[in-house]
C-alpha cells in the first residue's frame, strides 16, 4: 500500500441546485484547479470544526453568493487521485436564496436531468450523476431450476409490478429450450414496463431479444473491448480492483459488486464489508450496486459508502412479491 492511501481521505461537500425549469446547476472548474475545465456540483471542502451543511452553505455562499438550505443526503463517493482520496458528500439543496453568479469567474450552465451525462465531470461526480437518474435496485432472479415456470413468471411479474428498475435474468442449471421460452415471457412482460432487463452471461440471446447483457468477472476479464450494442446495458460483476478497472475500461454501463456480507448464495465467504466496498469505490467512477447479504434496510449504507443502490436475489424476489401481494 502506498502513502497516499494511507492517509485518511479529505472530505468535500456538494449540492445539487435545481430551478423552477427541473434543471441542474453545474460549475466548470477555473484554470489551475485539479481537473480544470471540468463540470462538477458546486461546493467544496470541509473545514476542521465545520459539519457538512454549515461546509455547504458557506462554500455556495462564497462561489455563488447564494443562501442555501442543504436538504436530503443523496450519495457520499469515495475516490481515489493521482495524489489524494476524497470523499465527495451530495446533498440535494431544498431552498435557495439570491441570483447565483459565479464569485470565483467560474463558467455556469443550468442543465436538464437528461442532458448531464454529455458534461465531462470529475471521477466522484459521474456517480452522483448516476444516483439522480438511474435506478436504486437491481433483482437478479433465482434459477428457474428451482421452481415452476408459473412460480418464477409470478415473480418477476411481482418485480416488474414493484418498479424494480433492473432486472438481471439468470439460469443457472436451467435447460437452454426452457429458458428460451422464459425469455420470450419475460420480455414480453417487461415491455411498457419501467425496469431494464439484462441476460447474465449470454451476449447472443440478449442481442437477440435486444435487453442488457451481465458479464460474470470471468467473462468480463476475457473481452477485450465492449463489442455489445450501444443502445443497451452492459454491466460487469466485480470482486477486485483490476476487474472494476477492466469493465470501465471497455466501456460497461455499472458493476455489481460484493460480496458485502455473508449470504446464502456463498455460505462460509465473511464479505468484504461496507470499508472493502469502499476501497472498490475508490477506483472507478461506474455507478457500482453492491450486492451479498443485503436488503432495502442497507440502501442508507449503500449510499453512504458510494454504491448507486442494492443488487440482490432474495431479498429483492421477496421485496416484489410482498409489494404485489399489498397491491391486491
Not at 39 to 54: D, L, M, Q, R
Not at 63 to 83: K, N, R, Y
Request: overall charge positive.
Amino acid at each position: 500500500m502506498n502513502k497516499m492511501s494511507d492517509n485518511p481521505p479529505i472530505h468535500v461537500v456538494a449540492g445539487v441546485i435545481q430551478d423552477a425549469r427541473g434543471r441542474i446547476l453545474l460549475t466548470r472548474r477555473t484554470l489551475g484547479r485539479d481537473l480544470a475545465g471540468l463540470w462538477e456540483f458546486p461546493g467544496g471542502k470541509v473545514e476542521k470544526g465545520e459539519t457538512a451543511a454549515i461546509a455547504l452553505g458557506r462554500e455556495l455562499r462564497e462561489e455563488l453568493d447564494i443562501e442555501v438550505q442543504p436538504g436530503e443526503f443523496l450519495i457520499s463517493v469515495p475516490q481515489a487521485m493521482p495524489h489524494k482520496r476524497i470523499v465527495l458528500e451530495v446533498h440535494r439543496i431544498n431552498r435557495w436564496q439570491g441570483r447565483v453568479r459565479g464569485l470565483d469567474g467560474q463558467a455556469l450552465a443550468w442543465v436538464l436531468p437528461e442532458h448531464l451525462g454529455k458534461y465531462p465531470m470529475p471521477p466522484a461526480d459521474r456517480p452522483v450523476v448516476a444516483a439522480l437518474r438511474q435506478a436504486p435496485l437491481c433483482l437478479v432472479t433465482p434459477s428457474p431450476a428451482t421452481m415452476s415456470d408459473q412460480q418464477w413468471l409470478a415473480g418477476l411479474d411481482a418485480a416488474l409490478a414493484a418498479g424494480i428498475g433492473r432486472i438481471q435474468l439468470r439460469a443457472p442449471d436451467c435447460a437452454p429450450s426452457r429458458w428460451r421460452a422464459l425469455l420470450d415471457e419475460a420480455v414480453a412482460r417487461a415491455r411498457g414496463k419501467s425496469s431494464q432487463l439484462a441476460v447474465n452471461g449470454d451476449a447472443a440471446l440478449a442481442e437477440q431479444y435486444a435487453i442488457g447483457l451481465h458479464l460474470p468477472e470471468r467473462l468480463l476479464m476475457a473481452r477485450k473491448a465492449r463489442d455489445f450494442s450501444a443502445e443497451l446495458a452492459l454491466s460487469a460483476a466485480c470482486h477486485h480492483p483490476d476487474a472494476l478497472r477492466h469493465a470501465e475500461a471497455i466501456g460497461c454501463d455499472y458493476a455489481v459488486v460484493g460480496q458485502i456480507k455473508p449470504s446464502t448464495s456463498h455460505p462460509g465467504a465473511p464479505g468484504m464489508g461496507w470499508a472493502g466496498f469502499a476501497r472498490l469505490r475508490e477506483v472507478s467512477s461506474l455507478p457500482l450496486y453492491a450486492i451479498g447479504g443485503l436488503g432495502i434496510a442497507d440502501m442508507a449504507d449503500a449510499r453512504a459508502h458510494g454504491a448507486q443502490g442494492i443488487a440482490a436475489i432474495r431479498a429483492l424476489w421477496q421485496q416484489g412479491q410482498g409489494a404485489a401481494s399489498s397491491a391486491l
